[in-house]
T-cell receptor, first 116, second 117 residues
Framework: DTAVSQTPKYLVTQMGNDKSIKCEQN?????MYWYKQDSKKFLKIMFS???????INETVPNRFSPKSPDKAHLNLHINSLELGDSAVYFC???????????????FGPGTRLLVL | AQTVTQSQPEMSVQEAETVTLSCTYD???????LFWYKQPPSRQMILVIR??????QNATENRFSVNFQKAAKSFSLKISDSQLGDAAMYFC?????FGAGSYQLTFGKGTKLSVIP
């Protein structure tokens, strides 16, 4: 039973193209995230999103946009792809709706994007 | 903004031995959460262990334990009886408790652990 899934696992594309990465979670979580892992393995938050607010890391170019058709899905759309966008993109989800508590994030398997 | 530092880019341990991975962080908050995640070659991010800052007791999960020193802002991971399957990148992560940033993790740069048979 896959908790957080992403498609595709690998994506090779040309500069200037537009692409999307899909993410789905079946954990009943209400908050989803996108992280970028660069070539040096550094993980950095891009977006966090629940049904109340979208929080965008200010360093993320506006060519990147999250789209959420429903609570179980948060897709990442990238316009005008650049060489520097090559990275592994991770989707994650957590339950964040009430109070404090762990709100542990569970990660998808990652999507390796290569821009040529 | 919080920062997380892992000062050991790579470490190695003999199978069945014990290894400690270090992590320090910088924050002005008094309550927060700390996590260790493991990333094997499969790329999957796997939660290893977690700690609440207001709890004095160090967290333990089977062969994994932490040494949490709040005053020193240190959160090291100890792996006992190391196994070949422990070979992976290990990431230390911080999560604030409240506010707009409470939904995100701030990661260190990772420590690559090799296990020698």
């Amino acid at each position: 039973d896959t908790a957080v899934s992403q498609t595709p696992k690998y994506l090779v594309t040309q500069m200037g193209n537009d692409k999307s990465i899909k993410c789905e979670q079946n954990l009943g979580h209400d908050t989803m995230y996108w992280y970028k892992q660069d070539s040096k393995k550094f993980l950095k938050i891009m977006f966090s999103y629940n049904n109340k607010e979208l929080i965008i890391n200010e360093t993320v170019p506006n060519r990147f946009s999250p789209k959420s058709p429903d609570k179980a899905h948060l897709n990442l759309h990238i316009n005008s792809l650049e060489l520097g966008d090559s990275a592994v993109y991770f989707c994650a989800s957590s339950l964040s709706s009430s109070g404090t508590g762990w709100k542990t994030q569970y990660f998808g398997p990652g999507t390796r994007l290569l821009v040529l | 903004a919080q920062t997380v530092t892992q000062s050991q880019p790579e470490m190695s341990v003999q199978e069945a031995e014990t290894v400690t991975l270090s992590c320090t962080y910088d924050t002005s908050e008094s309550d927060y959460y700390l996590f260790w995640y493991k990333q094997p070659p499969s790329r999957q991010m796997i939660l290893v262990i977690r700690q609440e800052a207001y709890k004095q007791q160090n967290a333990t999960e089977n062969r994994f334990s932490v040494n949490f020193q709040k005053a020193a802002k240190s959160f090291s991971l100890k792996i006992s009886d190391s196994q070949l399957g422990d070979a992976a990148m290990y990431f230390c992560a911080y999560r604030t408790l409240f506010g707009a940033g409470s939904y995100q993790l701030t990661f260190g740069k990772g420590t690559k652990l090799s296990v020698i048979p």
